[in-house]
């Protein structure tokens, strides 16, 4: 099994003036340490799970750009982007630039959204569920046209790009994972067009994989070649082996690669106590 990190709280002690310095100090320390992902969510305001949407909120692939040159060997992750708040056409324009400029490391990542407030509130449409998806689907086929190389025009429902040109190439495509565990469409979509599945880690993943399975041989797909991830919080509060425990569930239910944050990544030692107990003994599952 492979682990990720997400930081998603840039709410920290010194505050902004030392954010900068502290967050690429942790990104170091997640590189050295072995994690095979650092991620950032893709939202403007905070989100509740973690705290007030006054707290202080990086925007996305401008944070991963600077965690790039701040790191050297983990994959670059926005987990995920939601559909309403970037053109496509920009968006996979924004993953090539950072796969170029890091080597090779960016992973894309997309679902339907669900943060109306943070759109209203900026001024950004925010449509139907619905229609949510529909746009999902033409950004993942958007995807696929602009990281080949492909400039043939793209006309869809929702966009229209007469000539998708993207130079410089990514170094290589960049994975696309499609996050969220919906049974009738993203699943589907992530059999149809994902390198990688993102689901809550739990009792459930194990159903949510037969049913990913079941639309892999409806899409002719083969079920091995997508990247079973999962978020859960790498809770340290009853120890490196609970949280050990928990990960080897996760690897019998079929995950592959856990993603999650540290609830005191700003004021304790987790991260050498991730490094030191935890990777190592999971590296083997």
């Not at 509060?237 to 690897?251: C, K, R, T, Y």
Request: net charge negative; hydrophobic share 40%.
């Amino acid at each position: 099994m492979k682990l990720g990190l997400q930081i998603p709280d840039f709410t920290k002690p010194g505050g902004p003036t030392t954010l900068g310095a502290d967050l690429a100090a942790v990104a170091r320390a997640a590189d050295d340490a072995g994690f095979d992902i650092v991620a950032v969510m893709d939202h403007l305001f905070q989100i509740g799970i973690i705290g007030p949407p006054e707290q202080d909120m990086l925007e996305a692939y401008t944070t991963l750009s600077f965690l790039a040159a701040h790191t050297s060997r983990a994959r670059l992750l926005s987990l995920v982007s939601g559909v309403a708040l970037r053109h496509p056409g920009i968006l996979m324009k924004q993953v090539s630039t950072l796969d170029v400029l890091s080597g090779g490391r960016a992973m894309l990542g997309l679902g339907a959204g669900w943060n109306e407030p943070e759109a209203v509130s900026l001024g950004v449409p925010f449509p139907p569920i619905a229609v949510r998806f529909e746009q999902l689907e033409e950004q993942l086929q958007i995807a696929h046209r602009m990281f080949s190389g492909s400039e043939e025009p793209f006309v869809g429902k929702h966009y229209r790009l007469e000539r998708p040109l993207n130079h410089p190439a990514p170094l290589r495509r960049p994975p696309i994972m499609v996050g969220g565990g919906g049974e009738r469409k993203t699943l589907r979509l992530v059999a149809r067009y994902g390198d990688a599945c993102n689901l809550f880690a739990g009792p459930h993943v194990a159903h949510k994989l037969d049913v990913l399975r079941e639309h892999c041989a409806a899409e002719t797909r083969d079920y091995d070649s997508i990247e079973k991830t999962g978020l859960l919080p790498f809770d340290l509060s009853n120890g490196p082996n609970a949280l050990v425990d928990q990960l080897g569930s996760a690897a019998e239910a079929g995950l592959q690669t856990v993603i999650g944050y540290v609830p005191d990544l700003w004021h304790g030692k987790s991260l050498d106590l991730l490094a030191r107990d935890v990777i190592p003994q999971v590296s083997s599952l």
